[in-house]
């Protein structure tokens, strides 16, 4: 499920004339497509039957989207110890944060034990482990880097060799003995985003069963009462097609399935979740005519703040949909053209060569698929404001604005 053209010509016109959009102030907007976040949210506990799903805020860390997933009974996994607190503040029980940042401070960690009692915090090297005492009120997990290769981009490949992520799992010797001597009692992976091969995953997946059975046999040898008994697997599915989230949580299960009667299993899931579920509107300025064969200029109000991660490597390939100043759809006379930024600095393009219909000033122009590490990833380069953010369901017949527009100027 995703959101179409039509629906998001219907859904502009219905903010134009209904005032949540004022084209006079509203040079951008950005958009939650509560149906669509819905149906994502549905598949994951269709497809995972027990498991416990910590969406990856950094992903898509607006408070009201957060807030949605809390209601409906998802975990949150927090990078860092501001997003712990987002976590908190949106009314996440401190039993369902994942706290993962690779940085811990010793402050941070003190604030989890006082301020997150029952959290899970998964310790990203064997060094860290000291940093966590012997009785943290949390839980506390250790997370393996299994070095396989699942596909992903090098941007967003954390499991190689010389990875910043985790225990490698050549040191097994050596997480075996830290399992004994430190109060784990969790095992963590993430192996990378955007994930192409799910063969290489689920086989990092074996390697942590593996692991487990293997730490469970070492405690119950050393006389301990405690045992591995929760699982993170981590998150790293891209969001199209989304059908493959069925295959994966299939042949994940199979595995996974006959170690759960005593070990509870966590997924950390981003992109996936968020990026159908967002799309972005912004004005086109105004559009420069080029000669020959080079594409006109557009320029619109969404560039390298929005598409940070974008514009500094590489564009996603976002559907895009020109829409007249009243919101219809445009359809006709296709050019080429170049969708330039509002910031002041030569990459700042969403698109270099796009075929569109004709764009004229005044125009709108859809952006899909931009849910997840746009907003959170949000640049103040040029010190432009925040564009409101606004929600809505057609299945429920809403529209709201969640926050208003913002500047970022300190
Ligand atoms: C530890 C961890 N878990 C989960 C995620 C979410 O990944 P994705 O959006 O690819 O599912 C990330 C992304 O960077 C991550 O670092």
Redesign the pocket.
Known sequence: MTTSFQEQARVVQLALSSGVIDPSEDTAVLLVDWDVLDHRLGLLSAHWPGVFHAI?I??QPHKAVLTHMVKKGFCL?A?SIEEVRLALSVGCAPSRIVF?SPVKTKAELAWMHQQAPAALVNANSLEELPRHGFSPSYKLGLRVNPEVHTGAPELFH?SASSSKFGVSIRQKEAILDAIVRYPITGLHM?SG??ITRLDAQLEAIEMLISLTKTANQRLAAAGESRRIEWLDI????PSSPWETMVSYAKSAMDLLRPLLEDVSLYT?????VHTDAGWALSAVEYVLPREGDTPDVAYVHLGADYFMRDAYTQPRPFPMQPLSSDGTLKKAHERAYAIAGPLCFGGDYIHRNKSLPLLEEGDWLCIGQTG?NTLGLWSRHCSRMLPKVVGYSSQKNTLEVLSPRVSMVL
């Open positions: 990856a950094k992903s996994e990078a993962d954390v993430h985003s955007q981590g998150g790293g599915l950390e899931f981003g992109q996936w997840a």
